[in-house]
């Protein structure tokens, strides 16, 4: 959070309410505007990495430290450990990984789910805005491929999108079987599904439910997944290591058991990452909306093993998180808030963005206000304001469609009504990923990899509403191609092992570069966790 001082807050308050905000049109053009005031564009936002798939690419710093870093276990520690086996073995227990895990399940695939956390514990539960897909008479598939590869600076990859954007309806229909409530026009079960517009979007495309769309579909994901029989779940095992056998394809990994404090190894047929994003390394100070697992595990993991991986310079930092008190800094606040019409404000009482914009403009535009000292200060932090008393005032039961708005200024001891909420950007998304085909498939053989942990479906922005379409997506076509790699491949036979590690750090002492750091992280610095004195006597861990 920046530290620059902006006008006090009863002074902008004072400001807001004398009069109604007018857009003061003064933003710069976008492609200036996003180079000068973005995080992604900062001084030291980016590093070339020095060696492995990538080497010569841009990385943010921070997380160019974990990819070339030093590996939490040796081949001897898993001496002795606990080893099973299964057809497929999914990493991670958000929505990408439940899907996966369904989808492969229902086509006759034996599935372990290893969770960091729980199943549900994951950034999926954060999406409140919607799920975008074209099912509107007034839409199609064309825009929204349209919307979505200009959305992303024309970065995506378009066979990534296009699959995406047509597989939306489908997706749709298979939330609802699932059992997945969603808004309908005046309340009628039997009538349209609600659509909203989003930032970005040049239709309204967005499908809800109030505006915890995530927590809604993770609810009746995580029942399905604990209804399957062919799923074995695994809460409180996060992955610290890919197995690979003597041809460097992946199979299986190491897990760590939290409950039992020891090591286990699970080897597969197939093996998917669906570890989610980086937030909780807080790249360049900013507070985040993510969950407490979301420390880029899936990326080290992957890179060690020598996927290819791109835009890992690249991170969303969504509009609307809380800048005010300190204790919530973060938090995020739906962009269907500012889609119902809520306006951004600064200390002036000026509104200064299109707040439909796509994030990382109306993001960069907040950032200029706040370093410009337009921003609105109080106790040490510095935001803009969110004109929650306009928009209440001129929809009434507006904090019945957004239940979660009504929550987080409850939290924030805001009487929303009458006060406004405080915002600054908060870190949001992570852009890039590991590089993946259309079924999910990794340049590694037997790794897969779906969800946020990917790169290359939203390009160098995403829009409201394709991060949750992706999991399902994706999910749904990893799912199938894992199943039918576990009808047709045989069982490997053998142990598994760590030398991919060896590779890579042999490469690391070829270019000369040096490393004290290990991971993957697992847990945010301030979880103080570390693995081998987690372990103590029960692990063999040195």
Not at 430 to 439: A, F, H
Request: net charge neutral.
């Amino acid at each position: 959070m920046t530290t620059i001082q902006g006008i006090p807050y009863e002074t902008a308050l004072a400001n807001l309410r004398a009069k109604t905000p007018e857009l003061n049109n003064t933003l710069p053009e976008k492609d200036i505007l996003l180079k000068n005031f973005h995080p992604d564009y900062s001084d030291g936002a980016r590093v070339k990495l020095a060696v492995g798939a990538n080497a010569g690419d841009f990385c943010h710093p921070d997380l160019a430290k974990l990819l070339i870093s030093q590996p939490l276990i040796e081949d001897y520690d898993l001496a002795g450990a606990e080893n099973v086996r299964t057809d497929v073995l999914v990493i991670g227990g958000g929505g990408a990984g439940a899907t996966v895990a369904l989808t492969a399940a229902h086509d006759g695939a034996k599935v372990i789910m290893a969770n960091k956390l729980r199943i549900g514990d994951s950034n999926t539960v954060m999406a409140e805005g919607g799920i975008q897909a074209a099912v509107g008479a007034d839409d199609s598939l064309q825009r929204h491929f349209d919307d979505t590869f200009k959305g992303g600076h024309q970065a995506a990859n378009k066979e990534l999108v296009a699959q995406m954007v047509t597989d939306a309806p489908s997706a749709i229909r298979w939330l609802i079987g699932l059992g997945m409530d969603f808004d309908v026009q005046n309340g009628d079960k039997n009538g349209y599904l609600v659509r909203k517009k989003a930032g970005g979007t040049t239709a309204q495309r967005i499908l809800c439910h109030r505006d915890f769309t995530g927590l809604e579909m993770m609810k009746v994901l995580r029942e399905a997944v604990e209804l399957e029989k062919n799923i074995t779940q695994l809460n409180r095992h996060p992955a610290v290591e890919l197995l690979s056998d003597e041809h460097g394809r992946c199979v299986g990994a190491v897990l760590y058991d939290l409950e039992r404090r020891r090591l286990m190894t699970v080897h597969a047929k197939a093996v998917v990452l669906a570890t989610g994003g980086s937030g909780r390394l807080h790249l360049q100070g900013f507070a985040t909306s993510n969950h407490y697992g979301a420390t880029a595990d899936g990326l080290v993991l992957a890179y060690r093993m020598g996927a290819k991986l791109r835009d890992v310079d690249s991170f969303q930092y969504h509009p609307t998180g809380v800048a005010h008190p300190p204790h919530m800094a973060g938090a995020l606040i739906s962009e269907a808030t500012r889609s119902a019409g809520t306006k951004l404000v600064n200390g002036l009482g000026e509104r200064f963005v299109d707040e439909l914009q796509p994030r990382d403009v109306v993001a960069a535009a907040i950032l200029r206000e706040v370093r410009e000292g337009r921003g609105v200060e109080r106790d040490g932090q510095v935001g803009v304001f969110l004109d929650t008393p306009r928009i209440i005032a001129e929809q009434p039961d507006i904090l019945k469609r957004l239940v979660t708005l009504g929550h987080v200024a409850h939290k924030c001891g805001v009487h929303p009504e009458s006060e406004p909420l405080i915002i600054h950007p908060t870190l949001h998304y992570q852009n890039g990923g590991i590089e993946i085909n259309g079924n999910g498939e990794t340049c590694v053989k037997g790794l897969y990899a779906v969800g946020e942990v990917t790169g290359g479906i939203h390009g160098r922005n995403r829009l409201m509403g394709n991060a949750l379409l992706d999991i399902i997506s994706f999910g749904r076509r990893t799912g199938a191609a894992v199943a039918k790699v576990a009808q047709t491949e045989l069982p490997y036979k053998g142990r598994g092992g760590l030398s991919h590690i060896y590779h890579f750090q042999r490469a690391m002492q070829k270019a000369g570069v040096k490393s004290d750091i290990k991971a993957p992280v697992l847990y945010p610095n301030y979880g103080h966790f570390d693995l081998q004195e987690h372990a103590g006597k029960y692990c063999v861990i040195a």
